[in-house]
């Protein structure tokens, strides 16, 4: 039979243990999204990073209108087979993160908001519709490719 102070012991010796492991593991670096809201892409840049890199970023989703066209983005990710069921747009002005390591910005009106961005580690620039007529399929398309981009950037860094 175990002393009383064997088993104390050894669940202090485990607790220990569990907060070592716990402190040593860096925390996921973020990126938060940024669009305009008008065609979602903030959304389709979000659902693409989660699905190719979700294990190894803590990604944000946010858009500085108050409303953000959701259905367009979806229905072209779905066509992938690309999911947006787990996340959520933020509108900016709502955002409580003070920090984020990469802020992607997908289109120039995305930054010139006049809306407060939270402070970041490297500010990323994509126009991902340079044509103002472009259609989601194609937005979608340059949203991937930069992505894309950036993961090899990011993995070989």
């Not at 809306?115 to 398309?141: C, H, I, M």
Request: proline residues 6%.
């Amino acid at each position: 039979m175990a002393e009383p102070n064997d088993s104390l012991a050894r669940s202090i010796k485990s607790h220990r243990a569990r907060i070592k492991n716990t402190q040593s593991q860096p925390s996921k670096p973020s990126v938060l999204f940024l669009c305009d809201g008008l065609q979602g892409a903030s959304l389709m840049a979000s659902a693409i990073m989660q699905n190719k890199a979700g294990a190894f970023f803590e990604i944000v989703c946010c858009h500085t209108s108050p409303d953000m066209a959701t259905e367009p983005a979806a229905r072209a990710l779905i066509q992938f087979q690309i999911s947006t069921a787990d996340i959520v747009p933020v509108p900016l002005a709502s955002l409580s993160l003070n920090y984020v390591d990469y802020l992607v910005a997908l289109s120039p009106a995305a930054v010139q908001s006049g809306l407060a961005l939270p402070s970041y580690g490297k500010f990323v620039p994509w126009d991902v519709s340079e044509q103002t007529n472009a259609s989601t399929t194609a937005v979608l398309r340059t949203i991937n490719h930069n992505v894309n981009y950036f993961l090899s950037l990011y993995l070989f860094r």
